[in-house]
């Protein structure tokens, strides 16, 4: 018995023609003009393209302006509209321009090495490390506070207050300016009948630190003074018999404990040094 061959011969026509033809639920017609097959599901006029292994890309970089996959610009208004692949499914291009763009979302970048100077995109975690580190060499400017939790050994070459002052354990907080001797329950209390030092504001030197609850006592220096009345430039302090931890004027005294550096009441700048007595 001869075997009979059969030939399948789909329906075809130009590309105007398939477009315009609603064909049958699965129904197959060729595109001559495209050479390429359409099915159809017999809603949609033209029917559904196949795309042929050849037409799809499997690389990035395959995605160009002449695979039909992006016809803008990049940067252009129109860049981020939708297209459509082979298949007619909806493809949004979302990408940023090359010229000042403007990412969005949490963009990612390597980071660079701790001591990278170059022009590299330099993340957050790397800007972390670099404003932790104190340089060894060169010169450093300092804006605002920084803490340091190890100690610094080095040399200071100048201060922005003038008193030496260290801490000391006392027996109550006393306020800045208060005049203090040694005694009482601890190292110091405030002073009744001599004077040795007094609660510094703002030290430029504070010896000690490592002393917790001390509290910071200049020997030495420009240091402010509680003083009780008015006091002029250059007058004379000792210390007030009536008013414990506080200096009166008396400009007769042969052994001040400090000269006013300033005229003001309360609480004046003045230059000090003090006796062991």
């Known amino acids: 018995m001869a075997t009979k061959q059969y030939h399948l011969q789909l329906l075809r026509g130009d590309s105007p023609k398939v477009q315009a033809y609603l064909g049958r639920e699965g129904e197959l017609v060729f595109d001559k003009s495209q ?39 990049p940067g252009s208004p129109s860049a981020d509209s939708a297209i459509k692949d082979q298949m007619g499914n909806t493809i949004h291009l979302y990408y940023a321009p090359v010229n000042s763009p403007n990412f969005t979302g949490k963009p990612t970048c390597p980071t660079p090495a701790a001591d990278d100077r170059s022009k590299q995109i330099a993340n957050t ?5 670099a404003t932790c580190v104190v340089h060894t060499t060169g010169n450093e400017t300092i ?30 907080a006393y306020e800045p300016g208060t005049l203090v001797q040694f005694g009482g329950s601890e190292e ?22 490592g002393l917790e609850n001390g509290l910071p006592i200049a020997l030495v220096g420009r240091v402010k003074v509680r003083v009780n009345g008015a006091v002029k430039k250059f007058d004379r302090l000792v210390l007030d018999p009536q008013y414990p931890g506080v200096a009166m004027v008396d400009n007769n005294s042969t052994q001040p404990i400090a000269v006013a550096l300033e005229t003001g009441e309360h609480l004046v700048l003045c230059s000090t040094q003090f006796s062991l007595k």
């Open 35 to 73: 050479k390429n097959l359409w099915l159809h599901d017999g809603v949609k006029r033209g029917g559904i393209p196949i795309a042929m292994i050849s037409n799809i890309p499997t690389k990035v970089s395959q995605l160009e302006n002449d695979k039909g996959y992006a016809t803008t610009a």
């Open 125 to 129: 975690e790397w800007v972390a490390q």
């Open 143 to 172: 804006n605002g506070t920084k803490t340091f939790v190890n100690t610094i050994n080095g040399t200071a070459l100048r201060a922005n207050w003038a008193d030496l002052a260290e801490l000391y354990k006392s027996d109550k």
């Open 188 to 209: 110091i209390t405030v002073a009744t009948s001599t004077v040795n030092a007094v609660v510094s504001e703002k030290p430029a030197y504070l010896m000690n630190s």
